[in-house]
C-alpha cells in the first residue's frame, strides 16, 4: 500500500537522487541538469518524490501558474506503477494548491499514460503536432472547479 505521508518536497538537496532516478527509468526523455536545479529551485516550480523504504520510487514537476497549473513531468519507477503513486502525487499538488485546472501534454502513442490520465479526470481538448521526441502530444485537462468562460474559452484558442 502506498501511503500519501510518503510523499515530499524535493530541493536542491536531491539533487542526485531525482537526477540518477530519473536517468535509470526515463533516459529517452532527456533533462538538462541546468533543467533539474531549476525545478528544484525556483519558485514557479513544485517538485515532489514519493519514497518506499528511503528509495525515490515516483516524482512529479509542477508548474505553478496561479488558479491553473501544469505537469510537467511524472514518473514511477516501473516496480510501483499501478500502485497509486502518481495519482497520490497528483492529489498531493491538488491539496496543497487550490487551482481551478491542471494542465498535461502527454505523448498521443502514449496509449498506457493516455489510459491513467482518463482513468484520473483528464479529458483531451487540443493536439500538438510532433510535440515531444518528434510525436504529436495531446494537451490534456483535469477540471478541479467551475472557472469562468473566458479561461476555457481562452485555453481552448491557446492550446488547440
Known amino acids: 500500500m502506498i501511503l500519501i505521508q510518503n510523499i ?11 537526477r540518477m532516478f530519473h536517468v ?3 533516459h529517452e526523455y532527456y533533462i538538462s541538469d541546468n533543467s ?9 516550480y513544485t517538485t515532489y518524490g514519493m519514497f518506499h523504504v528511503k528509495r525515490l520510487i515516483g516524482y512529479a514537476i509542477f508548474l505553478n501558474g496561479g ?13 510501483f506503477r499501478r500502485y497509486g503513486v502518481a495519482s497520490a502525487l497528483i492529489a498531493r499538488y491538488i491539496t496543497d494548491y ?14 498506457i499514460a493516455l489510459r491513467f490520465y482518463n482513468t484520473n479526470s483528464f479529458e483531451i481538448i487540443g493536439v500538438r503536432r510532433k510535440y515531444i521526441n518528434g510525436h ?23 492550446y488547440i
Open 67 to 79: 488558479v491553473d497549473a501544469d505537469i510537467i513531468y511524472i514518473a514511477t519507477s516501473p516496480k
Open 136 to 158: 504529436d502530444a495531446y494537451l490534456m485537462v483535469k477540471r478541479l472547479a467551475k472557472c469562468c468562460l473566458y479561461t476555457i474559452f481562452y485555453t481552448k484558442i491557446l
Open 36 to 44: 533539474f536545479t531549476a525545478y528544484l529551485s525556483q519558485p514557479q
Open 8 to 18: 515530499k518536497t524535493l530541493t536542491l538537496d536531491d539533487f542526485a537522487i531525482l
Open 24 to 26: 535509470k527509468h526515463f
Open 98 to 111: 487550490k487551482i481551478s485546472n491542471l494542465f498535461i501534454e502527454v505523448e498521443a502513442r502514449n496509449t
